[in-house]
């Protein structure tokens, strides 16, 4: 069955790096979107990236562009974000999910109701 499992998330301090890993199991994920997805306590869950394919594009919300890198490592079946830069605004628990076409237009696959399978998340801290 279709699992994925988010890790890496902790405690950093602003500016800092952080790499987030999500390892896909019961499919292989090179024809697939998978997207990132953050929530902050009492804020609705809110898209940060999508990589519609091994080979296709990548999309990001404004809010991380620049700071944060997504990639694809085939032979592990994994998703990483990289986060750079962090700021005390990105903490979140951070998500990795699978659903959505990755021929679906931008709006799609950044939104988070469009996503059927999800990891169990991982908390992300940016704090002094």
């Known amino acids: 069955q279709v699992q994925l499992v988010e890790s890496g998330g902790g405690l950093v301090q602003p500016g800092g790096s952080l790499r987030l890993s999500c390892a896909a199991s019961?499919?292989?994920?090179?024809?697939?979107?998978i997207g990132w997805f953050r929530q902050a306590p009492g804020k609705e869950r809110e898209g940060v990236s999508c990589?519609?394919?091994?080979?296709?594009?990548?999309y990001y919300a404004d809010s991380v562009k620049g700071r944060f890198t997504v990639s694809r490592d085939n032979a592990e079946n994994t998703v990483y974000l990289q986060m750079d830069s962090l700021k005390p605004e990105d903490t979140a628990v951070y998500y990795c999910?699978?659903?959505?076409?990755?021929?679906?237009?931008?709006?799609?696959?950044?939104?988070?109701?469009?996503?059927?399978?999800w990891g169990q998340g991982t908390q992300v801290t940016v704090s002094s």
């Open positions: 990589s519609v394919s091994s080979d296709g594009d990548t």
């Open positions: 019961g499919f292989t994920l090179d024809y697939y979107a």
């Open positions: 999910a699978t659903g959505p076409s990755p021929h679906a237009i931008e709006t799609v696959l950044l939104d988070p109701y469009e996503y059927d399978y």
